[in-house]
């Protein structure tokens, strides 16, 4: 089992950035993919951003120009540079990674996101 740690979150102004990080320890024997969810109040949880090994990314719609994940191999933590943030990205944050073959996923415990002037 992965155990992934966050660190980030917090209430930032409209416009403000934030920058999430997820560090994963424990049984890692390949991380194949590591990104980002999230979940508002009342609203199903969906997808931020992905990172794929081979270093392929994807975006949710709503994100994309915006956000940028980013993976550091070495030290086996993914970030989530969110930048021009808005209200409705207010959220939990929750990291996940996928490890191993066959796959298996993990989850962060999440961290709060709160846009708000």
């Known amino acids: 089992q992965v155990q992934l740690v966050e660190s980030g979150g917090g209430l930032v102004q409209p416009g403000g950035s934030l920058r999430l990080s997820c560090a994963a320890s424990?049984?890692?024997?390949?991380?194949?993919?590591m990104g980002w969810f999230r979940q508002a109040p009342g609203k199903q949880r969906e997808l931020v951003a992905s990172?794929?090994?081979?270093?392929?990314?994807n975006y949710s719609d709503s994100v994309k120009g915006r956000f940028t994940i980013s993976r550091d191999n070495d030290k086996n933590t993914v970030y989530l540079q969110m930048n021009v943030l808005k209200s409705e990205d207010t959220a939990v944050y929750y990291c996940y990674a996928d490890n191993g073959i066959p796959t298996r996923r993990d989850w962060g415990q999440g961290t709060q996101v709160t846009v708000s002037s």
């Open positions: 990172s794929i090994s081979g270093g392929i990314t």
């Open positions: 424990g049984r890692i024997f390949r991380l194949t993919a």
